[in-house]
Nanobody
């Protein structure tokens, strides 16, 4: 299974982007999926995840601005990012966890200018 992230870009503060994470296999096979980001000079950190049994979880910094969703027929997970801030800048990665194995997509760059 491969995950491919896309949708990054450069926007001004207050703008929006939608990231996509396309799976080469059934997205329903993942127990958990989520998004991580890595800012310049910092470690990769979680942004949002979902075990698809309830509501997604978000870190405080993005609550109310980011929305994780998935389209099972399209085998794609999304991250809708609104009201973007310069501190949201970084490389965004998608991750899927299946049977104890983590699958990572390649990163997609998000740059938010003030």
């Amino acid at each position: 299974v491969q995950l491919q992230a896309s949708g990054g870009g450069s926007v001004q503060a207050g703008g929006s982007l939608r990231l996509s994470c396309a799976s080469s296999g059934s997205i329903g096979s993942f127990e958990t999926m989520g998004w991580y980001r890595q800012a310049p000079g910092k470690q990769r950190e979680p942004v949002a995840d979902d075990n698809f049994g309830g509501r997604p979880n978000y870190v405080d910094a993005v609550k109310g601005r980011f929305t994780l969703s998935r389209d099972k027929p399209q085998n794609t997970m999304y991250l809708q990012m609104n009201s973007l801030k310069p501190e949201d800048t970084g490389v965004y990665y998608c991750k899927g966890l299946r049977r104890g194995t983590a699958y990572w997509g390649q990163g997609t760059q998000v740059t938010v200018s003030s």
